[in-house]
């Protein structure tokens, strides 16, 4: 049987529509055996005119995002930035450095290589041209694990789940060109450009489309210390290069290597080799230092087109600040339900923060919690500037193509969160009904699979749910 017994729920509280389809018309649109919370409530409600589970814990996938904002917003302010620094407590005289110079990063998840350089030719132009002692990587600000608990092992290579440390270059990403042999079974080649400081093997094998060794072909890339990254396994033939992007597993020792190679390219020597260190020291005299935007800046475009580093980075960030101490993912945890008690009177009682990405699978959020959230921000927005940050359906962000809504017709009339892991489609945020109403909604659908045959058209169908459901909520009085 479908969703139908879970939506009779629904019958009464759909009343408010004037148009609405019949609940079995919601039940045909979702998969066996899907989970669903549902919760719609006008802003400035005091109850909802939906709530389906609304107690029930759910995983929050991206819409975890919006906590993490919210409280990034309230504890930080929207003009913090991330900032490093190259600082020393030695003489300089002569053109040398009598001692270390000091790197510190802040976990600023924009830091480009580029940004480096420039400190570094600043420190040319100031007349550096040796430093006697050690070229310091100091990455103090984080502690621990640089990977939350509950992140998929399978996904850690990938760039959308690159480890947030505390030093971050160009997203601590890096691509590779993978081009197949023409020959069944032989050897793709991997290029790399010179510039990574990696090293890249591959054992890829090469086979014809519709050879039987290519029918159960799988891919792989093993990550190793030093920046090697072996890629194993088997891959159809291609007339055209393979572009591929993987992400960086230790963010000091990569960017302690590319600091290294932009201070041999400047011509200043470096006495002693690259050192260290994870334990916070006193600020030194800063000699160059570069920033990030503001952070508003940065949250919007974490929520446009949900940016996991950002996210992950800021929630760090809050544990640092918020306790002294390094920031790690229970001190982040812990911030953000502290910051969201104190400063918006919101109590997230058994809600599970893991982190503030929303990728692990540890996080448990309930919709009537997250509509708390939703409500304070809709009432607060003049001075969060928050609801400008969503993506907004048929415009930008993770909604500009989002099918559901552009069949409703409801391009521009939506603001919201999305949240996807394998099994998740989630939605957070607010429509504007056609009376000129703001409603905040929040969907949580976990669980869901579709049968071989038909995951082709897994799209079509959970399109078709949304399409129906928010063209009601829409056109409700």
């Not at 197949?180 to 090293?199: E, L, M, R, W």
């Amino acid at each position: 049987m479908r969703l139908l017994k879970i939506f009779t729920g629904l019958a009464c509280t759909l009343a408010f529509t004037v148009q609405a389809a019949p609940i079995e018309q919601y039940a045909e649109s979702l998969p066996d055996g899907a989970s669903l919370s549902l919760m719609v409530q006008k802003v400035g409600a005091s109850t909802p005119s939906i709530d389906y589970h609304g107690k029930q814990l759910s995983l929050p996938a991206s819409t975890q995002k919006v906590v993490t904002a919210l409280a990034a917003l309230l504890q930080l302010g929207p003009d913090f930035k991330f900032i490093t620094t190259m600082e020393s407590s030695a003489t300089f005289s002569n053109g040398v450095l009598n001692g270390d110079l000091i790197v510190r990063f802040s976990g600023d998840p924009t830091l480009k290589r580029q940004q480096l350089r420039n400190m570094v030719q600043s420190l040319k132009q100031q007349g550096l041209q040796k430093i006697s002692g050690s070229l310091v990587i100091d990455s103090s600000v984080f502690a621990s694990h640089d990977k939350a608990p509950g992140w998929s092992w399978n996904d850690l290579t990938q760039c959308f789940s690159a480890p947030p440390s505390a030093a971050i270059v160009d997203k601590n990403c890096f691509t590779i060109a993978l081009q197949t042999s023409k020959q069944s079974g032989g050897t793709a080649t991997a290029q790399v450009a010179p510039y990574y400081p990696v090293q890249v093997i591959s054992n890829v094998k090469s086979y014809p489309q519709n050879s039987p060794d290519a029918r159960y072909c799988e891919f792989d890339v093993i990550a190793s210390e030093n920046q090697r990254y072996t890629l194993a396994g088997c891959m159809t033939q291609q007339e055209k290069p393979i572009s591929l992007a993987f992400a960086i597993q230790d963010g000091a020792d990569y960017a302690g290597q590319i600091l290294k190679s932009e201070f041999q390219q400047a011509g200043i020597q470096i006495g002693n080799a690259i050192r260290y260190q994870t334990s916070p020291t006193a600020p030194a005299k800063v000699l160059a230092q570069t920033q990030s935007v503001a952070l508003h800046d940065l949250l919007k475009v974490m929520l446009k087109v949900s940016d996991n580093m950002i996210a992950d980075t800021v929630f760090r960030t809050m544990g640092n600040r918020q306790y002294g101490v390094p920031g790690t993912w229970r001190s982040g945890s812990n911030a953000v339900r502290l910051t969201l008690r104190q400063q918006a009177g919101i109590d997230i009682g058994n809600t599970v923060i893991a982190d503030g990405s929303g990728l692990s699978r540890h996080n448990l959020i309930a919709a009537d919690t997250m509509m708390q959230i939703l409500q304070y921000i809709a009432q607060h927005d003049a001075q969060l500037d928050f609801i400008s940050m969503l993506p907004v359906s048929g415009q930008d962000g993770t909604l500009r193509s989002r099918s559901g809504f552009k069949d409703a017709g409801l391009d521009g009339k939506v603001s919201a969160k999305t949240g996807a892991l394998q099994g998740v489609y989630n939605l957070a945020g607010f429509i504007t009904t056609a009376s000129g109403e703001k409603m905040a909604f929040v969907q949580y659908l976990s669980g869901y699979a579709m049968s071989p045959q038909d995951r082709s058209s897994r799209k079509a169908t959970l399109a078709g749910f949304e399409s129906m459901l928010y063209r009601d909520i829409y056109t409700s009085n």
